[in-house]
Nanobody, 123 residues
Framework: QVQLVESGGGLVQAGGSLRLSCAAS????????MGWFRQAPGKEREFVSA????????RYADSVKGRFTISRDNARNTVYLQMNSLKPEDTAVYYC????????????????WGQGSQVTVSS
């Protein structure tokens, strides 16, 4: 089992920045890819970004490309999502996820999920 805990969410004005962190504990010896997903009110959860275990492969949704950056520190068992130039449409609960394999954009590729962190962007 792997436990994931997100932090770093909050309220920010449009154009501002936030950095989300996701700390993993438990069976972290497996080489997991990590992903970030988000769910806005009344909408389905959607892919945001993913990173391979080595960090050599990253993937982004078109809506965040050029504004968000995913990274990871395997020594700290932590993955980060740096979010810049935030827009009101980025408002959502952000979830991190862990799964074997590559940096997938598909939810079914991930076995473990965090509880979510609220990000609110005001206009």
């Amino acid at each position: 089992q792997v436990q994931l805990v997100e932090s770093g969410g909050g309220l920010v004005q449009a154009g501002g920045s936030l950095r989300l962190s996701c700390a993993a504990s438990g069976r972290t010896g497996t080489n997991y890819a990590m992903g970030w997903f988000r769910q806005a009110p009344g909408k389905e959860r959607e892919f945001v970004s993913a990173i391979s275990w080595s960090g050599s492969t990253t993937r982004y949704a078109d809506s965040v490309k050029g504004r968000f950056t995913i990274s990871r520190d395997n020594a700290r068992n932590t993955v980060y999502l740096q979010m810049n130039s935030l827009k009101p449409e980025d408002t959502a609960v952000y979830y991190c996820a862990a799964g074997p394999g590559y940096a997938s954009s598909m939810e079914r590729a991930y076995d473990y999920w965090g509880q979510g962190s609220q990000v609110t962007v005001s206009s």
